[in-house]
């Protein structure tokens, strides 16, 4: 089992920046792929960006790319989503996720690929 827990979300104006954090516990996070996802009601849960375990691929979503950026640190077990030239469509709920991989040159672009997931953070920015 692991637990997820986000923190970082709030309230920013349209061209700021928030840094989302995501800390695990459990079984071994260096063994999960991580994604970070968001939603808006009533439509389908997005990916913004995933990274391989030991943090050497990633991807991101056209519409955050040079935006957003993803990193990890192992040794804290966090994952975390810099973002920055944020825009009032960036607004949502994040959730980050993980995924058991075998592989670490794997990530997961879809939400079936991932096992575990946060209660997530809303990220709100205003025009």
């Known amino acids: 089992q692991v637990q997820l827990v986000e923190s970082g979300g709030g309230l920013v104006q349209a061209g700021g920046s928030l840094r989302l954090s995501c800390a695990a516990s459990?079984?071994?996070?260096?063994?999960?792929?991580m994604g970070w996802f968001r939603q808006a009601p009533g439509k389908e849960r997005e990916l913004v960006a995933a990274?391989?375990?030991?943090?050497?691929?990633?991807y991101y979503a056209d519409s955050v790319k040079g935006r957003f950026t993803i990193s990890r640190d192992n040794a804290k077990n966090t994952v975390y989503l810099q973002m920055s030239s944020l825009k009032p469509e960036d607004t949502d709920v994040y959730y980050c996720a993980a995924g058991w991989t075998y592989s670490s040159g794997d990530y997961y672009t879809t939400p079936r690929g991932y096992d575990y997931w946060g209660q997530g953070t809303q990220v709100t920015v205003s025009s």
């Open positions: 459990g079984r071994t996070f260096s063994m999960f792929a």
């Open positions: 990274i391989t375990r030991g943090g050497g691929m990633t």
